[in-house]
């Protein structure tokens, strides 16, 4: 859906510099978010983390909803995901600061629903590649949806460097709970939907043209207001400024005696 946006461009210098200090702060949320997961990692040999993964359709694995996406199985397994939720989460936080704060929550659940409503029953599923997916999926939605300069470049670098993630929704190698990922994707897209217009659209530059055409239309009203006025009103609309006395009601049908026959 495309936003419109007719408001003059900021400041240049002045743009640079929100830009740059939305950046920062996109980059350091995702980072501090891979540095929880890291040290969590490091802490899972301390302390039964069983409970926390998602168990398929069991009540008991209903609580991995919340603590999954932080427990890894090995070092390539976070390794993987803290790239791809540090490059994913700083490009959606720079073009979608408010959108992406709003569906992380959405996008953290989705990707638990899905692994425990589709995994094998008796299977444990763990892992933040389900939020990887949403915010991929997110980012991709949302240049689709807004079509703003910003948003289709951020679907194109996203798409770019993650366009596999369209595979990986499908089971393809054993091991990989391709369940979350469905979910966090189903999840990112539900998520564009709903918070599409949570972020203003960027300002953008006005052509002489669209002036001129825009003058042409105020000019072509104006005329068509003065034109008015010189129109005469409906007779529908002209007051009543006398009326018969005695007369109360109006269009009365007289009845006429029909004229004698004449003898000639």
Known sequence: MDLPSHAAPPDPAGQRRADAARAWRAFNASLAFVLLLLVVFAAQHAFDWRPWAVSPLSLAGLKGLLGAPLLHGSPAHIGANAVSLLMLGTLAGIVYPRA??????????????????????GSLHLGASGLTHGLGFLVFALGLLRRDRPAVAAGMIAFMFYGGMLLTVLPREPGISWQAHLGGALAGLLAAWLFRRSDPAPPRKRYSWEIEEELERELAAERARDAAQFEPPSPRDVPVLWNRPGQEERGTVLPFRPPRDRLH
């Open 100 to 121: 992406t704060v709003r569906a992380f929550p959405l996008l953290w659940l989705g990707s638990g629903l899905g692994a425990w409503l589709l995994g094998e029953p």
